[in-house]
């Protein structure tokens, strides 16, 4: 007799309930960081090579910025689609296929010669890193028990933090000692070492396993795309020529059309009813503004100290450790305290401190102020950086289930590496249009403008983080609600 096949509806359900391979959290965390360490090292070492590539590749100031824009672009265009592909075919088995193509990404990039080259070997990397980063949330929360989950996601923000901190300074000794090449090449080793370690230590967990979203993903990578290469040519071209007007209005076109798309689609990539959450809502918001301001500001501040005090880019790594290195240290301790003081108190507090540090930062730029007065307001910003970055992961994911988490990620990381293109691309914008060039004597007074508009920024950020539920507790009514209804419904591991 034919024994008849359980119903789809049962095997989830079994499927659900079978026990996950017991792993040490460290090494969980450790697997699911390390990727992310390498991708966010990569970025930070970009932009500390930048005066190098202007002078030996000859890249323009559009060029240098598409160094940064291609990746960030990539990675905001691709994160919905990866997170969707990560939840229909294993959250695990796309994170190891994004790992693997960062790393070619790399080994192009280190073999490039010229800047269309690298310009294109950066996007590849962005398409890498779109696999990596938002799916290394969603496993990290989906393997630890939640009550241990706040120190794990501040010990995950602490690894970012230690890319922020150690990504200049790498790359700043890889090009004094060697050449601007090496940045990429030390990204081959950590991908070989990543990839096994995740398919050995992570579980391979899925979400609702339903159709991708394509129109979708080519509605919203087309309009991020339009708008910020309008945004990026704006200053050249003229605000009001008829490229740049038809570019801004097919990039808004484009983003409505897929707001419009994500309403009607049976799958969206980006689920608009996340949105009727409040923590996940302020926290996107407040994300896509700490981005903007923050790295907007950055790419203005590191060129600073090379091209206008003459600083290595060694020397302005070092410069610039008592602002980098402090989330390395913050964040964990922010994830740590995070269920007693609440989320949002540690973000609201983490906005003004970086807002404030921006400010006085722009106050202080002249082609003679002492590097020792740059050293307070740059640890105030590492200290404001680092109560941002674990608080911010936690609220976002709070009240949702784990089904839920790897397109929350996606939608999160997407507006952040929206803010981040954005945030270069007007900062850089301002600075062109005050007249500011790579000398140093033409490189001040354009810079402190579009500095003091990240601080702005910021603050405004700190203004909407009040509205954030106060966060308190080690984890929500909803978050166990949503882990029990995840293990009725969805498959979460293989």
């Known amino acids: 007799?034919?024994?008849?096949?359980?119903?789809?509806?049962?095997?989830?359900?079994?499927?659900?309930?079978?026990?996950?391979?017991?792993?040490?959290?460290?090494?969980?965390?450790?697997?699911?960081?390390?990727?992310?360490?390498?991708?966010?090292?990569?970025?930070?070492?970009?932009?500390?090579?930048?005066?190098?590539?202007?002078?030996?590749?000859?890249?323009?100031?559009?060029?240098?910025?598409?160094?940064?824009?291609?990746?960030?672009?990539?990675?905001?265009?691709?994160?919905?689609?990866?997170?969707?592909?990560?939840?229909?075919?294993?959250?695990?088995?796309?994170?190891?296929?994004?790992?693997?193509?960062?790393?070619?990404?790399?080994?192009?990039?280190?073999?490039?010669?010229?800047?269309?080259?690298?310009?294109?070997?950066?996007?590849?990397?962005?398409?890498?890193?779109?696999a990596v980063m938002p799916l290394s949330l969603a496993l990290l929360t989906g393997a630890v028990p939640a009550a241990r989950r706040p120190l794990a996601i501040g010990i995950w923000g602490g690894v970012s933090g230690l890319g922020v901190a150690v990504g200049p300074l790498i790359g700043g000794a890889i090009m004094e000692g060697w050449n601007w090449q090496a940045i990429f090449w030390i990204n081959v080793p950590i991908a070989v070492i990543a990839i096994p370690l995740a398919l050995i230590v992570l579980s391979n967990d899925f979400g609702a396993r339903?159709?991708?979203?394509?129109?979708?993903?080519?509605?919203?990578?087309?309009?991020?795309?339009?708008?910020?290469?309008a945004i990026v040519r704006g200053n050249d071209d003229g605000w009001d020529t008829v490229g740049v007007i038809a570019e801004l209005a097919l990039g808004g076109a484009l983003m409505i059309a897929f707001l419009i798309w994500q309403l009607r689609s049976a799958a969206p990539l980006m689920p608009l009813r996340l949105f009727q959450d409040r923590s996940f809502s302020i926290t996107n918001v407040v994300g896509f503004a700490f981005s903007f301001g923050t790295f907007g500001s950055v790419f203005i501040l590191i060129q600073f100290l090379q091209v206008v005090q003459g600083?290595?880019?060694?020397?302005?790594?070092?410069?610039?450790?008592p602002w980098t290195l402090a989330p390395m240290f913050v964040a964990p301790l922010a994830g740590l305290i995070a269920p007693r003081v609440g989320t949002?108190?540690?973000?609201?507090?983490?906005?003004?401190?970086?807002?404030?540090?921006l400010g006085w930062l722009a106050a202080l730029l002249a082609t003679?102020?002492?590097?020792?007065?740059?050293?307070?307001?740059?640890?105030?910003?590492?200290?404001?950086?680092?109560?941002?970055?674990?608080?911010?992961?936690?609220?976002l994911l709070a009240t949702l289930g784990l089904v839920d988490h790897a397109k929350a990620s996606g939608v999160n990381s997407t507006l952040r590496e929206l803010g981040v293109a954005l945030g270069t691309a007007v900062m850089t914008a301002i600075f062109v249009g005050a007249g500011g060039q790579l000398l140093p004597d033409h490189y001040v007074d354009a810079a402190r403008p579009a500095v003091f508009t990240g601080a702005a920024v910021l603050l405004v950020a700190a203004v909407i983080a009040l509205w954030l539920p106060?966060?308190?507790?080690?984890?929500?009514?909803?978050?166990?609600?949503?882990?029990?209804?995840?293990?009725e419904a969805e498959p979460v591991s293989a």
């Not at 394509?214 to 290469?229: D, E, I, K, T």
């Not at 020792?372 to 936690?394: H, N, Q």
């Not at 106060?470 to 293990?487: F, I, L, N, P, Q």
């Open 1 to 130: 007799m034919t024994v008849p096949s359980p119903a789809p509806a049962a095997r989830r359900s079994r499927s659900a309930l079978m026990p996950r391979r017991s792993r040490p959290v460290a090494l969980i965390i450790a697997a699911a960081s390390l990727p992310m360490f390498m991708a966010t090292l990569d970025n930070l070492v970009m932009t500390n090579a930048l005066p190098v590539l202007h002078r030996e590749m000859g890249a323009t100031i559009e060029q240098l910025q598409w160094f940064v824009n291609a990746y960030t672009l990539a990675f905001a265009g691709a994160i919905l689609i990866a997170s969707a592909l990560g939840d229909r075919f294993g959250r695990r088995t796309v994170f190891a296929l994004g790992i693997a193509l960062f790393g070619a990404g790399s080994l192009f990039a280190a073999l490039s010669s010229d800047p269309g080259q690298l310009i294109a070997a950066r996007a590849v990397q962005g398409l890498g890193a779109a």
């Open 311 to 321: 600083a290595t880019p060694l020397e302005a790594a070092v410069q610039t450790t």
């Open 344 to 357: 949002r108190v540690l973000l609201v507090t983490g906005l003004l401190l970086q807002g404030v540090a």
């Open 368 to 395: 003679d102020v002492p590097y020792a007065d740059l050293v307070a307001p740059f640890i105030l910003a590492g200290i404001g950086m680092g109560l941002v970055f674990a608080p911010s992961a936690t609220a």
């Open 210 to 229: 339903v159709r991708i979203d394509v129109p979708g993903a080519v509605l919203a990578a087309g309009g991020v795309l339009a708008l910020v290469h």
């Open 470 to 487: 106060a966060g308190k507790g080690g984890h929500t009514d909803g978050e166990v609600a949503a882990e029990t209804e995840s293990a």
